[in-house]
């Protein structure tokens, strides 16, 4: 029976093949367009028109005037506490945190990816914000002001990252819908202080969340953050943990 199946198996037409790859690796494929490929493109567009006019989009200004509308001494507060929880550095010791608990834990692959995702945020948005040379709206005097360039938001790169992170990490538990639901609250209420103090364009924070949203999915797809096997009743770590997959392994045989 075995060999009338591997037969069968090796018998497959190309189209046969084609299309039963296609449906074992459809939720990747989907995943590789609507998390990487789309938010890079938007990235890419925000970026070219920004470089061909500073002045940005339509649409900038009028949104900008129109929250800066909603001004008063209480979104004042909340507008600067929100700003000061969303810096990078404040998000520094939050990420430190997390990844002593996964080296605690011999989590090395959470951890990679955990390393890798931020670090490479803040790489990039340094490195745009370096080519851009992107200045921050003046349309009024801001209560909170920057000096450094505008384009991308690190703001907004870095609560996507933070969330991103948080939401590989509980993926394979009931967590994951709690960090999805308070972060989607969390990276909309940091992008709407940088908008409300003046500081940054809605572009800046769009292109914000599209880079970041195609690098941390990105680097998901290829360190596998998520593929861990259940720890057994002894406490053992999960292998995919502490060894690498198997076509990790033929890489590096190959290379």
């Not at 690796?25 to 890079?40: D, Q």
């Not at 006019?53 to 001494?73: C, K, M, R, Y």
């Not at 924070?205 to 195609?214: N, P, Q």
Request: neutral net charge.
């Amino acid at each position: 029976m075995e060999k009338v199946k591997k037969a069968n198996k090796e018998s497959q037409s190309p189209v046969s093949f084609l299309k039963n790859l296609l449906i074992a690796r459809w939720r990747s494929l989907l995943l590789l367009l609507i998390g990487v490929y789309l938010p890079l493109q938007v990235f890419e567009i925000l970026t070219v028109k920004i470089w061909e006019n500073q002045a940005g989009f339509p649409w900038d200004v009028p949104i900008l005037l129109a929250v800066h509308s909603t001004e008063n001494p209480q979104l004042d507060v909340l507008a600067v506490t929100l700003a000061i929880i969303g810096l990078p550095w404040t998000a520094i010791p939050i990420l430190g945190a997390i990844a002593l608990i996964l080296l605690l834990q011999k989590r090395w692959r959470s951890l990679a990816y955990l390393l890798t995702a931020s670090l490479g945020s803040i790489i990039i948005n340094r490195t745009a914000k370096e080519l851009m040379h992107r200045v921050r709206p003046q349309l009024w005097q801001s209560i909170a002001p920057e000096s450094s360039f505008a384009f991308p938001s690190a703001h907004a790169m870095t609560s996507v990252t933070l969330v991103a992170i948080l939401l590989f990490l509980t993926w394979a538990s009931s967590w994951r819908w709690l960090v999805l639901i308070f972060g989607s609250l969390y990276v909309i209420a940091i992008a709407w202080c940088r908008i409300y103090l003046g500081v940054h364009f809605p572009s800046d924070v769009l292109a914000g969340w599209m880079i970041t949203l195609g690098w941390t999915i990105g680097v998901s797809l290829i360190i596998k953050p998520y593929r861990i096997i259940a720890k057994s009743v002894d406490g053992a770590c999960p292998e995919d943990e502490t060894t690498l997959l198997l076509e990790e392994r033929e890489l590096i045989t190959e290379d």
